[in-house]
Nanobody, 114 residues
Framework: QVQLVESGGGLVQPGGSLTLSCAAS????????LGWYRQAPGKQREFVAR???????NYRDSVKGRFTISRDNAKNIMYLQMNNLKPEDTAVYYC????????WGQGTQVTVSS
């Protein structure tokens, strides 16, 4: 079972940028799908983006054009570059397989506020 650790969150003003990292305890090269998810206060966890081993990506509509998911199989790390952040992006962000298997870690808090 792979263990995943999220990092890179923080407090940023609207319009700012952050890059999240998801470090895996083992090789991700053989894992077909990886994804980012988020959970805002009082809401259910939701899908944000996913990337499969071919490099194909998919995003929820509200982040298209602002977020970019990528993976570095050599370093066993997945990233989420987030630009033009909005207050509604505030949430705890988690990484897991795609579809999710419950391997997410503690998550990383992203707060977008002026």
């Amino acid at each position: 079972q792979v263990q995943l650790v999220e990092s890179g969150g923080g407090l940023v003003q609207p319009g700012g940028s952050l890059t999240l990292s998801c470090a895996a305890s083992g090789s991700i090269a053989s894992i077909n799908g990886l994804g980012w998810y988020r959970q805002a206060p009082g809401k259910q966890r939701e899908f944000v983006a996913r990337i499969i081993v071919t490099g194909s990506t998919n995003y929820r509509d509200s982040v298209k054009g602002r977020f970019t998911i990528s993976r570095d199989n050599a370093k066993n790390i997945m990233y989420l570059q987030m630009n033009n952040l909005k207050p509604e992006d505030t949430a705890v962000y988690y990484c897991d397989l795609f579809p999710p298997r419950g391997y997410w870690g503690q998550g990383t808090q992203v707060t977008v506020s002026s």
